[in-house]
């Protein structure tokens, strides 16, 4: 009996000596094989050392240049790691995200390096320097979105982070990425409404709007164009849905309208019956916000449930091109706001349209493309304004961006000072499967035209916030 | 096998103070397992729980017949996967984690096979007859570890995770659904109110009924069903009697796998199809199961109908909490029964 | 050597020197390793493997499958980070409330599952481990719903801050080897005797005298202590503690580091672990399918090994040690009882 008691330490030992050797080897892989670029590798110490301190000394100039072409361009390269959901529920739409990111990259040069969705773009290049493009895939959750762009940024020295796709996420990627001043974020379609106007981090850029803003102007029109007075509201019950339903309820009860119920659905419901049995008879409209799987469920059930009597308001992800084709003849006449439309007219969004098609054949623009396409190209117009230079650990970069204006495919976009972009929105109706324009809403910002101050004291959207009389 | 013995080999003599412990705790529930205190309880429970549900249902006046469908619809469903789960945990003791991947690839067959064809009864068969295919190849696979429980089922996860990234990479990533066949597609009138009912649920309930009726037949009448029943009573004597049990297995697992992609056929149709539906279906039809009794049929069938029915409840009346009052009515059971509804003894420490 | 082993003064000698070694390995190993890999590889590792211990003991020592344990871990990361963020109690109190938190939310489990066993266990414990998932999700005057608690930092020892990766490295190395010892010292006590006995026959631990539903329910009190602990650190990680901490991909993830580590030996958690987080960070550098890799690599060590990757070393060290007896050498009794 007595050598048992011994052993046990023998083996933790044995065990935590294997462990220390393994890890060892991994370290000394990731630095030599990682990367397809030698020349680069040398950069990754300096780059490393700016990272512990900040706004140190452009030690990354002194590197040797390998392939000498003009004089003035360095050949260090700037890496843009692009991170969205590729894994779980939300893995379809992951896809999109990155074909946008591609779309952009391929303006400055670049050459698509395979058909799927995490093989890269090579041969981009911003003011002569080269664009490395590294892609990370979230299942959705904010601890693996955190994990996969720390390996993005400190292994692969991403400088730029695009993304991410879903709004927790995005709340937990500031909270990393406000520690790294000189690695700079561009969302994508993190829509959470905190990703800057609470608490906003100064290297974190949303060149798109947040889910309230995308709800914009729908309540308005349903008090004063259709005449709703009285409406429930069915929604997904987490932070975003929130959001739409509590930006609705800000204008409908502001112009005077009531809401009878608001029915919150828990994420991972398959069957809307017993939900969809909770709306009164007595409402004039019942607006919905859901994504995915549970708009196709909802609409759906809804319509063989009650065949849509009362009529529907949905939310902008419900009814996004990217689940309209499923969606089939059920979404028709559906009214909701949004920030892509399919009949804008705008030659820059035509464009996109035809090259998505080209380069993607069978895609077409949703939120999803869109706006990883205007975070990606955003981020590139600002390199190129500062010549491709982030040596200053990326302060004059940063500056470039939140001067940033330009004519997006979806209209013009600049940012306020909490690097929160203004934009257009559109009310919109589906007519024949498409996204047709009812209104422009111009110029809608991150606090939906209310004062600041007086928008932030209203306290954040919730089940029962806004209150509505 | 044993790495070392008993307390025998204990040289620190019984009476540890863990050992009182011990003793105080088996008294201790000796005593709350009085059978006259245990029904008092649960009866005077069941009278609360009936009494509140009754008066709930009236307060909404016939949207409690909404309720009441909406569970059974919910049931068949379930019924369709807990049925063939249960039934291959009775043969095999595989707990098969695999089941909802096995669901999601019979849906997706089935839309295959409806978008060239056009005919969801085809495509459900099809469908079917996929899930049934992989289901056996599945089997093949766990035979290599020859009734190591564990590890089967740690097999049946893995592959759980490998068929749910190969549908992404095989479907995409973007939800969808099937089209129900046409003279199901639509609403009828339920008789005495205003409310609508799609005929497609009443179709899956149908469906349900008809799968339950099947599996009687074939358990009761047929000599392979008494080869099954054998074997989920005394697995060794069936082979004892040269019976080929490997074939006998392999047609379970292909019963069931045909059962989950009828499943997801019909779910495909009225529900839709995404990645995540696999886990949603195989937790609900693990719930189910656990509920009704591991291995038996007749307690999957109670099962799905009070799972559905407390479901479709919950949901109606505290929407926000409804998924929380499902899992508190499962423990409930499992703390008045430990081994589910119909499930006896030997079903639990398998 | 033999006379060595058995002399207590040797065995005494040995314990240092190899303790000794471990603080070495230990120190040594933030110089070998880069920040990152640090921090998201071995860090990571270490906590995954602690959870992941506390299920490995429940299987490997009393054989019970419990898929609750992530309920348990974010029961005592979601307590602290409440009691911090929420009502403002002092780090150190909310650490030592969650690190009471485990064992007690493990006694729960305990009680509601006293009465099953084998895969039916499983199963139930997988239904708690999912309520846990649902209930963070949902119940949000508690827990703040989807989104979870964001922005925690941690705490300060010693005047070392665990938000920086070398002192928080330190900290969970040390804790990884104490939960490795408490466990191991518990399997040593006659309850550790009585967790076997539930393991390879219940009849005769009841003949015996003991009650299965207490042996049971103490098994998953010290358990939950090691899952605890895992939480804590977790969120010491992390910043942030969401559902998404615990959800079923989560729980599936427990089991998959427990059984590619093997549970005859706790420490299989971590090896199971570390694979695991390699698999995690690096595996879609080969391929754009990365979870049926994940998947693939497991079933494969499932379907070659019943011990997992330890069981294969210890196995292949077995097969050493007979042909060295069969030149003469002797063989260690205890290393083939390990493998049966």
Do not use: K, M
């Given at each position: 009996m007595r050598p048992r008691n011994f052993k046990p330490f023998r083996r933790l030992v044995t065990f935590l000596a294997v462990f220390c050797l393994v890890i060892a080897a991994c370290g000394n892989d990731d630095d030599s094989a990682?990367?397809?670029?030698?020349?680069?590798q040398a950069t990754a110490a300096a780059t490393a050392a700016a990272t512990a301190a900040?706004?140190?000394?452009?030690?990354?100039?002194a590197e040797p240049a390998?392939?000498?072409?003009?004089?003035?361009?360095?050949?260090?390269e700037i890496t843009i790691g692009a991170i969205s959901?590729?894994?779980?529920?939300?893995a379809g739409l992951g896809d999109f995200s990155m074909h946008g990111v591609k779309l952009a990259l391929l303006e400055w040069g670049g050459q698509l390096d395979?058909?799927?969705?995490r093989d890269g773009v090579s041969g981009a290049s911003v003011a002569g320097v080269p664009i490395r493009l590294v892609i990370e895939g979230s299942d959705a959750t904010p601890d693996v979105a955190v994990e996969a762009t720390r390996k993005m940024v400190?292994?692969?020295?991403?400088?730029i982070i695009i993304g991410p796709l879903s709004g927790d996420e995005g709340l937990a990627l500031k909270d990393y990425i406000?520690?790294?001043?000189?690695v700079t974020l561009v969302n994508?379609?993190?829509?959470?409404?905190?990703?800057?106007?609470?608490?906003?981090?100064?290297?974190v850029f949303r060149f798109g709007a947040d889910g309230a803003m995308w709800s914009y102007g729908v309540g308005t029109y349903a008090y004063?164009?259709?005449?709703?007075r009285r409406i429930a509201t069915i929604a997904e019950d987490y932070s975003y849905p929130y959001d739409q339903v509590g930006a609705v309820l800000t204008e409908f009860c502001a112009a005077g309208g009531t809401v009878t119920d608001r029915i919150w659905v828990p994420l991972g419901?398959?069957?809307y019956s017993s939900f969809i049995a909770?709306?009164?008879?007595?409402?004039d409209a019942v607006f919905f916000a859901m994504g995915g799987t549970d708009a196709i469920n909802f609409v759906k059930q809804y319509d063989d449930f009650t065949?849509?009597?009362?009529p529907l308001i949905a939310g902008?992800?419900?009814?996004d091109q990217s689940v309209l084709t499923e969606l089939g003849?059920?979404?028709?006449g559906l009214i909701s706001s949004g920030?892509?439309?399919?009949?804008?007219?705008?030659a820059d969004f035509d464009a996109f349209a035809a090259r998505l098609d080209e380069v993607f054949p069978g895609q077409t623009p949703n939120i999803f493309n869109v706006y990883y396409y205007v975070a990606t190209k955003s981020a590139l117009a600002a390199l190129e304004a500062v010549g491709?230079?982030?040596?200053?650990?990326?302060q004059a970069f940063q500056a470039a961006l939140a001067e940033l204006r330009w004519d997006t495919p979806i209209g013009p976009v600049y940012l306020d000072d909490n690097r929160q972009a203004v934009v257009d929105i559109y009310l919109r109706e589906v007519q024949d499967g498409a996204q047709v324009t009812i209104d422009t809403l111009p110029q809608v910002n991150g606090t939906l035209g209310f004062d600041r101050d007086e928008y932030i004291a209203k306290g954040s959207f919730s089940r029962d916030n806004p209150p509505c009389g | 096998m044993h790495r070392s013995s008993v307390?025998?080999?204990?040289?620190?003599?019984?009476?540890?103070p863990d050992f009182n412990a011990a003793l105080v705790w088996g008294r201790l529930s000796r005593f709350s397992q009085h059978s006259m205190a245990r029904r008092a309880l649960g009866v005077g429970v069941a009278a609360l729980l009936a009494y509140y549900a009754v008066s709930k249902s009236v307060e909404i006046g016939d949207r409690s017949l909404l309720v009441l469908l909406n569970g059974l619809t919910a049931a068949g469903l379930y019924f369709l996967m807990a049925s063939g789960f249960t039934l291959v945990f009775g043969l095999a003791?595989?707990?098969?984690?695999a089941h909802g991947g096995i669901y999601l690839l019979g849906g997706y067959g089935a839309l295959s096979v409806q978008r060239t064809t056009g005919n969801w009864f085809l495509a459900a068969l099809l469908g079917a007859l996929f899930a049934g295919g992989v289901s056996v190849v599945l089997y093949l696979v766990l035979r290599?570890?020859?009734?190591?429980g564990l590890r089967e089922t740690m097999l049946t996860l893995g592959a759980t995770i490998v068929i749910a990234d190969q549908v992404l990479a095989t479907w995409g990533g973007i939800p969808t659904d099937l089209d129900p066949p046409s003279f199901l597609t639509g609403s009828i009138d339920l008789p005495g109110s205003t409310l609508l009912y799609p005929k497609f649920r009443l179709a899956v309930v149908a469906l349900a009924l008809l799968a339950g009726l099947l599996l009687w037949v074939l358990l009761y009448k047929t000599r392979l069903g008494m080869l099954i029943r054998a074997g989920v009573d005394d697995p060794e004597m069936v082979s004892v009697l040269g019976i080929r049990v490997p074939l006998v297995l392999a047609s379970v697992f292909a019963l069931a796998g045909a059962l989950a992609g009828i499943a997801g056929a019909a779910g495909g149709t009225y529900l839709s199809l995404a990645q995540g539906e696999d886990n949603r279906i195989l937790l609900a039809s693990l719930i189910v199961v656990i509920a009704g009794g591991l291995g038996s049929l007749r307690g999957a069938g109670a099962a799905s109908v009070i799972v559905g029915l407390v479901e479709a409840f919950a949901q109606t009346h505290h929407p926000v909490l409804s998924v929380l009052i499902t899992f508190g009515m499962l423990t409930a059971i499992l703390v008045l029964r430990p081994h589910g509804l119909m499930g006896g003894a030997a079903d639990a420490s398998a | 050597m033999q006379a060595l082993r058995h002399s207590a003064s040797g065995r005494l000698l040995a314990s240092c020197a190899l303790l000794l070694l471990l603080g070495a390995a230990i120190a040594a190993t933030p110089a070998l390793v880069s920040d990152f890999v640090l921090l998201q590889i071995v860090i990571k590792s270490l906590w995954l493997g602690i959870a992941g211990t506390s299920l490995a003991f429940l299987i490997g020592q009393a054989g019970l499958i419990s898929l609750a344990q992530t309920a348990v871990f974010g029961t005592s990361g979601y307590l602290m980070a409440i009691l911090v963020?929420?009502?403002?109690?002092?780090i150190w109190a909310a650490v030592a409330a969650a690190a009471f938190a485990g064992p007690v939310s493990g006694l729960v489990i305990g009680v509601i599952s006293q009465r099953s066993s084998g895969l039916y266990l499983m199963m139930l414990t997988l239904a708690i481990g999912v309520f846990g998932f649902f209930f963070a999700q949902q119940?949000?005057?508690?827990?703040?719903?989807?989104?979870?608690?964001?922005?925690f930092d941690a705490p300060i020892i010693l005047g070392a801050d665990?938000?920086?990766?070398e002192p928080l490295f330190y900290v969970t190395a040390v804790a990884a080897v104490a939960v490795v010892a408490l466990l191991r010292f518990v399997t040593r006590t006659p309850a550790g005797l009585a967790y076997r006995g539930l393991r390879d026959n219940r009849r005769r631990l009841q003949a015996l005298g003991y009650s299965t539903a207490a042996t049971t329910v103490s098994a998953f009190a010290v358990a939950g202590f090691s899952a605890g602990i895992g939480g804590v650190i977790s969120v010491w990680y992390n910043g942030a503690i969401s559902p998404g901490s615990i959800d079923l991909t989560r729980i599936i993830e427990l089991l998959i580091v427990v059984t590619i580590g093997g549970?005859?030996?706790?420490?299989g958690a971590f090896l199971g672990a570390l694979v695991v987080t390699l698999l995690r960070n690096y595996a879609n550098e080969f391929t754009n399918r990365t979870e049926t890799l994940v998947g693939a690599v497991f079933m494969v060590i499932v379907l070659i090994s019943r011990h997992g990757l330890l069981g294969i070393f210890i196995n292949a060290k077995s097969q050493a040690h007979k042909a060295l007896k069969f030149f003469g050498g002797q063989r260690l009794a205890s290393e083939k009882e390990a493998v049966v």
């Open positions: 990682d990367d397809p670029l030698p020349a680069v900040p706004a140190s000394e452009p030690a990354a100039t390998e392939e000498v072409s003009e004089p003035a361009p360095r050949t260090e959901t590729l894994d779980g529920p939300f395979g058909s799927g969705t400190e292994q692969d020295n991403a400088d406000r520690d790294i001043p000189e994508g379609t993190s829509a959470s409404q905190d990703l800057t106007l609470r608490d906003p981090a100064p290297n004063e164009e259709l005449g709703h419901t398959q069957d909770q709306i009164p008879d007595d409402v065949g849509q009597v009362i902008p992800t419900a009814v003849d059920r979404a028709e920030p892509v439309v399919d009949d804008s007219g705008l491709g230079d982030l040596t200053d650990g990326s | 307390p025998a080999a204990s040289a620190d003599g019984p009476l540890q003791r595989v707990t098969n984690l290599l570890l020859r009734g190591d | 963020l929420d009502h403002g109690l002092s119940y949000q005057p508690i827990t703040r719903g989807h989104t979870g608690f964001n922005g665990l938000g920086e990766r549970t005859i030996h706790l420490e």
